[in-house]
Structures are given as C-alpha cells and as structure tokens.
C-alpha cells in the first residue's frame, strides 16, 4: 500500500483495490495552492521569533508547516524549551495551547489559529462539575484518601484543581505510572475526564478489576451512585469519553481478521475496553507510530486511532499494508477546524502587526495546573 491507498475497513473489493484507485476516508485535496504561497511567505518572514507546533492528528496540509509534530504534551514542552521563540502557533486544540501558555515564559505567547478547535472529552468535565463531585467525596468522607489523576486531554480549570487537591497530570504513556503513585498516596483514584484510558490502565495494567471500578455521571446526583459503591470503589471514573476511539468496535477487529489474514490490530488506549482488550497492540499516539514505523517490511496493520494519523502512517510506509479500523470516516472533527486557511489568517496578522488568538491561562489556574504538571514529571 503506498501513498493513496489507505483503506477503510469495508468490502472484500476495498481490501483488493489496486493501487491508485480512489476509495472513500481518503484526505480531502489540498487546500488553493496560493494558500501554500501565502504561508510561506507569512513563514519565512516570522523567522525564528515563531514557533509553529503540529499535532499527529493535523491536516498534512498543516503539518507542512510544523516545526515539530508530536502529541500534546511533546508539542507543549517544545514550546517551553525554545524560549526564543516569542510567538507559538499551536496547531491542535484547546486544550493543548492552555498546556504550552502554562509551560511557556511570559514572554512566550500561543497563538491558536481557530478558537473553535475544542475537544470533546475535555469538555466532558467542567470545573463546576468536577468541585461539585469533589463536595460528594467531602461529604462522604473519602476525599481525603482520593487522589485526582487527570489525563492531559483536561481543560487548564481541571489542571488546576488536580494540583490543588495534591494530585497528578497523566499521558496515555505514563497512565500506568500516575496511579501507581496515587495509590501510594491514597486509598482511592478520581480519574478525569476519560473513563476508558482509566478503565484501561487500572484493569490491564495494574490488574485491578471492573468491579474495582464506578462510573461518576456528573449529570446525574450523587453521580448516579450510592454511597457505597463509592466508599468500595478503588477507581473513580468520570463518564467522559473520546469521541474517535470511542467508535471502535470488537466487531471492527473481528472483520478486520476475517478480511485481511495475518493482520495485526494496534488501538490506542483511549478505546472501549473490550476493543483494547482484543487488540493485538496498545499504545499511546507516539507508541503507534513507533510500532508501525519499526515493523518489518510487510507487515500487515489495521490501526485505531484518528484517521489524518492513520493515512500519514500509511504514506510514510508504503512497504506495510496499513488499514482504518473502523468501516466510516472518523476524523477528529475539532482538530480538523485547524487548516491551512486559519494558520494562514494567523500567520499574516501577525506578520502585519495584529496579533489574534492568543490563548491565555489566568495567573491562579497557571500556577495551580502548573504543581499537576510538574507532579506528572516527578513520577518514580
């Protein structure tokens, strides 16, 4: 498979394609070529007092233009290690551009080049919410032995809140290694906001079980619990989710198997357990790319993760045979409000005086989602 042939999971006839024919999922057509021109003028004259940060999950129309490309955390302390860098155009999310302002100097200033480019799991669990859950814990009598694990797919709001309550940031590559710690800290782990990466690292990697586990609805009183399913409960998982990973099926790797033998399933932690619990393999964003970039020539790959991802890895191993897990197109439709138009726009203001979208994270929620932070680094 090779550079437009990355297939969905479909028809008998999708596997057997020949090489060149279209087939549906494929990346939209470039954007207007003088966009291309425009940029790198817009590029060439910010020089080095920019920055411009690529997420894996980006347009490869955006991706063109990156300095790095890596996940959040990577991208975030890039940005904090090239403090010449005075402007940093994050091309990712919410989120992560509020991660970068945090790490950055004052000096530095993040640049999100579409103030719509949320993500949905991060705003599966508001501040308001997560004080409200933390007053039942109080009332309970339990928060004192809670430690709060919040993954770094979180708003800054619930960075903060980690730190204050003595808990931890995590990635999905060092999940395993924040709860370790926190139940040497404590009794109990609030995980925020995505329940399967937290289902995921308790059950496969720590060896807990379901059962060890709750659901915490925050729409819900008590969070749809009784008091003793959360006095029992060894993981407290918030009822949030990723809206990507959280559309693959076991039924996906099942036909994925039937159709092409020999294949191997790679998912990313974000996933339903009963997928990541029938995968072949199970890592993080890097960890995959990883995975397929150092697998023999041939090597057969059905991938659950975004799909921009999915289609650069197959352009960039055109030896491997590389397949879409799921049967649908399923872009991660925020990431992709990032395009070459908007960091276009972004880029020219800058060049001519205006700066626009700048993310900034207020002094106290900084200083507070900061102690999470650097307690994620600290990590045995």
Same mark, same amino acid.
Request: hydrophobic letters at 45%; a neutral charge.
């Given at each position: 498979?090779?550079?437009?042939?990355?297939?969905?999971?479909?028809?008998?006839?999708?596997?057997?394609?020949?090489?060149?024919?279209?087939?549906?999922?494929?990346?939209?057509?470039?954007?207007?070529?003088?966009?291309?021109?425009?940029?790198?003028?817009?590029?060439?004259?910010?020089?080095?007092?920019?920055?411009?940060?690529?997420?894996?999950?980006?347009?490869?129309?955006?991706?063109?233009?990156?300095?790095?490309?890596?996940?959040?955390?990577?991208?975030?302390?890039?940005?904090?290690?090239?403090?010449?860098?005075?402007?940093?155009?994050?091309?990712?999310?919410?989120?992560?551009?509020?991660?970068?302002?945090?790490?950055?100097?004052?000096?530095?200033?993040?640049?999100?080049?579409?103030?719509? +480019?949320?993500?949905?799991?991060?705003?599966?669990?508001?501040?308001?919410?997560?004080?409200?859950?933390?007053?039942?814990?109080?009332?309970?009598?339990?928060?004192?032995?809670?430690?709060?694990?919040?993954?770094?797919?979180?708003?800054?709001?619930?960075?903060?809140?980690?730190?204050?309550?003595?808990? +931890?940031?995590?990635?999905?590559?060092?999940?395993?290694?924040?709860?370790?710690?926190?139940?040497?800290?404590?009794?109990?782990?609030?995980?925020?906001?995505?329940?399967?990466?937290?289902?995921?690292?308790?059950?496969?990697?720590?060896?807990?079980?379901?059962?060890?586990?709750?659901?915490?609805?925050?729409?819900?009183?008590?969070?749809?619990?009784?008091?003793?399913?959360?006095?029992?409960?060894?993981?407290?998982?918030?009822?949030?989710?990723?809206?990507?990973?959280?559309?693959?099926?076991?039924?996906?790797?099942?036909?994925?198997?039937?159709?092409?033998?020999?294949?191997?399933?790679?998912?990313?932690?974000?996933?339903?357990?009963?997928?990541?619990?029938?995968?072949?393999?199970?890592?993080?964003?890097?960890?995959?790319?990883?995975?397929?970039?150092?697998?023999?020539?041939?090597?057969?790959?059905?991938?659950?993760?975004?799909?921009?991802?999915?289609?650069?890895?197959?352009?960039?191993?055109?030896?491997?045979?590389?397949?879409?897990?799921?049967?649908?197109?399923?872009?991660?439709?925020?990431?992709?409000?990032?395009?070459?138009?908007?960091?276009?726009?972004?880029?020219?203001?800058?060049?001519?005086?205006?700066?626009?979208?700048?993310?900034?994270?207020?002094?106290?929620? +900084?200083?507070?989602?900061?102690?999470?932070?650097?307690?994620?680094?600290?990590?045995?």
């Amino acid at each position: 498979m090779g550079t437009s042939d990355l297939l969905l999971l479909g028809s008998e006839s999708d596997l057997n394609s020949e090489r060149g024919v279209s087939c549906d999922g494929q990346l939209p057509a470039a954007s207007d070529p003088q966009l291309v021109d425009r940029a790198q003028v817009a590029r060439k004259a910010l020089g080095a007092k920019a920055m411009v940060l690529g997420h894996h999950y980006q347009r490869d129309e955006v991706i063109a233009f990156a300095d790095i490309r890596g996940d959040s955390f990577k991208l975030a302390q890039a940005a904090a290690e090239n403090s010449a860098a005075e402007f940093i155009f994050f091309c990712g999310v919410h989120f992560m551009a509020e991660s970068a302002d945090i790490l950055t100097t004052k000096n530095q200033k993040v640049i999100l080049p579409d103030l719509a +480019a949320g993500c949905s799991m991060a705003d599966m669990a508001t501040a308001s919410q997560v004080a409200d859950c933390w007053q039942v814990l109080e009332k309970l009598g339990v928060a004192k032995k809670t430690i709060p694990i919040t993954y770094m797919n979180s708003s800054a709001a619930i960075k903060a809140f980690t730190g204050k309550n003595h808990g +931890a940031v995590c990635t999905s590559s060092n999940a395993a290694r924040a709860m370790k710690w926190a139940f040497e800290k404590g009794e109990k782990i609030l995980f925020l906001p995505d329940q399967h990466l937290g289902r995921n690292t308790a059950v496969l990697s720590l060896g807990l079980t379901l059962a060890d586990c709750v659901i915490y609805n925050p729409w819900k009183p008590n969070g749809g619990l009784t008091d003793d399913a959360i006095k029992n409960a060894k993981v407290i998982l918030w009822r949030g989710h990723c809206s990507v990973h959280g559309r693959f099926t076991v039924g996906n790797i099942e036909d994925v198997r039937v159709k092409l033998p020999g294949v191997k399933v790679l998912v990313h932690p974000e996933c339903q357990h009963d997928v990541v619990s029938n995968a072949d393999v199970v890592g993080s964003t890097e960890m995959i790319i990883k995975t397929v970039s150092q697998s023999p020539a041939g090597a057969k790959w059905a991938i659950g993760t975004e799909l921009n991802l999915v289609q650069r890895l197959a352009n960039e191993n055109p030896d491997k045979q590389i397949v879409f897990l799921d049967k649908a197109v399923c872009y991660c439709s925020t990431m992709n409000r990032i395009d070459l138009p908007h960091l276009v726009w972004a880029m020219e203001s800058l060049v001519s005086g205006r700066l626009i979208n700048q993310i900034k994270v207020e002094d106290e929620v +900084a200083k507070y989602a900061k102690v999470a932070l650097d307690q994620m680094l600290a990590l045995p």
